[in-house]
């Protein structure tokens, strides 16, 4: 079975850095595109950063563009997400989520079918 | 970036249809996905591209399209459909295709 499983999350001062981890099982992890998704406490979800199959394209929100980069290792089956120069309104549970269209590049549709748990990331002094 | 607009909350009595719409001008180019979560939990997908249904989702759920807005209804709803829903489509504003998700809108089920 899929699964999805986010750590690194914490506190951390404004302004300094922090790296989430996904750990990846249950399907072939190099076969898929891989997004990080984030909610603020008591809001929506706001999409985050997107990373090819292969690792060759990344895209990300205008609001984190700049200061967070996405990044997988196929071999250990994990996605990562650096944050720099974080900011108060950083704070927010960190999904990490599948694309469900594996290396298709699906433009006319989205697919996020498989989600973790997510971890809370708190950014204060 | 683009912006998809629900409702913040709609109401349904139990065994009823309810509809949830997303408006956005991306949809008129793009389909859009629904994920239903529920308090403390992982969003989970609900409905995907024209009216798929993943593994596992009850058949009460679909989903529909037409102009700027996309619509998922939930045909005779239960108590455990009480939860927020999002849509999500493509972003169509920048320079490149990224991703954006509807406001949300919350479903209690009376």
């Known amino acids: 079975q899929v699964q999805l499983v986010e750590s690194g999350g914490g506190v951390v001062q404004p302004g300094r850095s922090l790296r989430l981890s996904c750990a990846a099982s249950g399907f072939t992890f190099s076969s898929y595109a891989m997004h990080w998704v984030r909610q603020a406490p008591g809001k929506g979800l706001e999409w985050v950063a997107v990373i090819s199959y292969d690792g060759s394209n990344k895209y990300y929100a205008d609001s984190v563009k700049g200061r967070f980069t996405i990044s997988r290792d196929n071999s250990k089956n994990t996605l990562y997400l650096q944050m720099n120069s974080l900011r108060a309104e950083d704070t927010a549970v960190y999904y990490c989520?599948?694309?469900?269209?594996?290396?298709?590049?699906?433009?006319?549709?989205?697919?996020?079918?498989?989600w973790g748990q997510g971890t809370l990331v708190t950014v204060s002094s | 970036s683009s912006e998809l607009t629900q409702d913040p909350a709609v109401s349904v009595a139990l065994g009823q249809t309810v509809r949830i719409t997303c408006q956005g001008d991306s949809l008129r180019s793009y389909y859009a996905s629904w994920y239903q979560q529920k308090p403390g939990q992982a969003p989970v997908l609900v409905i995907y591209?024209?009216?798929n249904r993943p593994s596992g989702i009850p058949d009460r759920f679909s989903g529909s399209s037409s102009g700027n807005t996309a619509s998922l209804t939930i045909t005779g709803a239960q108590a455990e459909d009480e939860a927020d829903y999002y849509c999500n489509s493509r972003d169509s504003s920048g320079n490149h295709l990224g991703y954006v998700f509807g406001t949300g809108t919350k479903v209690t089920v009376l």
């Open positions: 591209g024209k009216n």
């Open positions: 989520a599948r694309d469900g269209f594996g290396i298709v590049v699906v433009v006319a549709a989205t697919l996020f079918d498989y």
